[in-house]
């Protein structure tokens, strides 16, 4: 078999249970690939933005596309909080790219919950003036 997250060839004890459902990533991707919530909070005029992503690495194009699946994590936090008022971002590489541009107009908001895959710091956009 070969991992899609990192192309080498693998192979597994052959068990009943690959009958039906071959792994598709392998022992250690799945061990250095293991999605972990972390937090950032940042404040900003009127609120604070509470940045939440799964992996501090930087990820290779095809990494994202296979971890996306992962986002299942966000969307059941969005889901929780259904009723709450806040601005919820979910920011990619496209989004990222010119969130300045856009930043200072939702950021008036309030509170803000941005989601993301990867982390990106996002120190480099002002956010208080
Ligand atoms: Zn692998």
């Known amino acids: 078999m070969k991992c899609r997250l990192c192309n080498r060839f693998f192979n597994l004890e ?7 459902r ?10 250095n690939f293991k999605p972990n919530l972390k937090t950032e909070v ?3 005029n009127g609120g604070v ?3 939440h992503y799964l992996y501090e690495k930087n990820l290779s194009f095809l990494q994202k596309t296979y971890l996306e699946r ?5 969307f059941k936090m969005m889901q929780k909080a259904e009723n709450s008022d806040e601005t919820v971002i979910l920011i ?9 541009n856009w930043a200072q107009l ?17 120190s480099y956009v ?3 003036d």
Do not use: A, R, W
């Open 49 to 51: 933005i509470n940045y």
């Open 22 to 31: 071959f792994p598709e990533i392998c022992p250690d991707c799945t061990e």
């Open 126 to 128: 002002n956010f208080l």
């Open 70 to 74: 992962h986002n299942k994590i966000f």
């Open 92 to 100: 990619d590489d496209g989004l990222l790219h010119d969130l300045k």
């Open 14 to 20: 052959d068990s009943f249970s690959f009958l039906f």
């Open 42 to 44: 940042i404040p900003i």
């Open 106 to 122: 939702i950021f008036s908001l309030g509170d803000v919950t941005i989601y993301s895959l990867q982390y990106h710091d996002l």
